[in-house]
């Protein structure tokens, strides 16, 4: 939904929630907790009253000018009495515009409201938040969007966690991709780079890829199989981690992963071996 519209688009209520609906996928989901409720499943209708709770969309009504024909934008803010065309001046009656209930439409807020898809942040939100499901986050430091410039040709890792265990420092490298974005040769090789750098100085490296999609192309898939036979611990996540609560006990190959009750780095990256990277991999 956040996708298909621009900052100056509207939806109404019936199909942001139809679109939330996505032809009954939502069902994977109806058992996810947002917040608390007095129903055992989450309806589209819960999703997006918390969505307009947190003021990622927010109310307004789309008037046609009498004068120009143009239709106006205005938010609750700026409805009054009478209401000002932003092309041709004309005040018009907002009485008279007024029809129904349904004259309500909903525009994206906050966050969500500028049209460059959030310059990747929502795959590197959904990722921490995957993994502070697992490894709590409070237990590490992390980082967002870092620039590498100096003992590694100059790039950049989407996030970082750093995590100190026992007598062992744990660093996960993170490159994350919205749905249609493909990850290429050139990330694979920037980030093996920074972890042999860590390995010198005794540091444990992890290479996490992630994609808010249903899954790799065969593609990624190849690169992921090399960097492992090279020796790099890979810990991979698609929508199968990102959108349930609990990423591998909410699965129907619960009981076939290594760890069912991952809780480290490495319990995460034996399951993704096993799901991903095998030669004859899980159906999904």
């Known amino acids: 939904m956040v996708d298909a519209?621009?900052?100056q688009s509207a939806i109404g209520r019936g199909d942001a929630t139809k679109t939330i609906w996505n032809d009954g996928q939502f069902q994977d989901h109806e058992q996810l907790y947002i917040e608390y409720r007095t129903t055992p499943k989450l309806t589209t209708r819960?999703?997006?009253?918390?969505?307009?709770?947190?003021?990622?969309?927010?109310?307004?009504?789309?008037?046609?000018c009498d004068h120009c024909g143009l239709t106006s934008w205005l938010s609750l803010r700026q409805i009054d009495d009478d209401w000002v065309c932003e092309y041709c001046g004309h005040v018009n009656k907002t009485s008279l515009h007024i029809r129904d209930r349904g004259d309500w439409?909903?525009?994206?807020?906050?966050?969500?409201a500028k049209d460059n898809n959030q310059e990747g942040a929502i795959p590197v939100l959904l990722s921490l938040l995957t993994f502070g499901r697992l490894v709590h986050l409070h237990e590490a430091m992390h980082m967002t969007s870092v620039r590498f410039t100096k003992g590694v040709a100059e790039c950049e890792v989407d996030f970082m966690l750093?995590?100190?265990?026992?007598d062992s420092i744990e660093w996960v490298l993170g490159e994350a991709k919205s749905a249609g974005g493909e990850i290429n040769q050139d990330d694979l090789t920037h980030m093996k780079s920074i972890a042999d750098a860590l390995r010198k100085v005794g540091i444990r490296?992890?290479?996490a890829f992630s994609k808010t999609a249903e899954g790799f192309t065969a593609s990624e898939l190849?690169?992921?199989?090399?960097?492992r036979k090279d020796g790099y611990a890979v810990i991979l996540?698609?929508?199968?981690?990102?959108?349930?609560y609990f990423p591998y006990m909410q699965s129907p190959d619960a009981d076939q992963l290594p760890h069912k009750y991952a809780h480290s780095f490495d319990c995460m990256a034996a399951n993704s071996a096993y799901r991903y990277l095998r030669s004859e991999p899980l159906a999904q």
């Open 205 to 207: 490296p992890y290479l």
């Open 105 to 112: 439409k909903f525009r994206k807020s906050g966050l969500l």
């Open 46 to 64: 819960d999703a997006f009253d918390f969505l307009l709770k947190k003021n990622f969309f927010r109310a307004g009504l789309e008037l046609i």
């Open 5 to 7: 519209l621009s900052s």
């Open 162 to 166: 750093l995590r100190h265990k026992e």
């Open 222 to 227: 190849d690169l992921f199989r090399s960097a």
């Open 237 to 244: 996540l698609t929508n199968r981690e990102i959108e349930p």
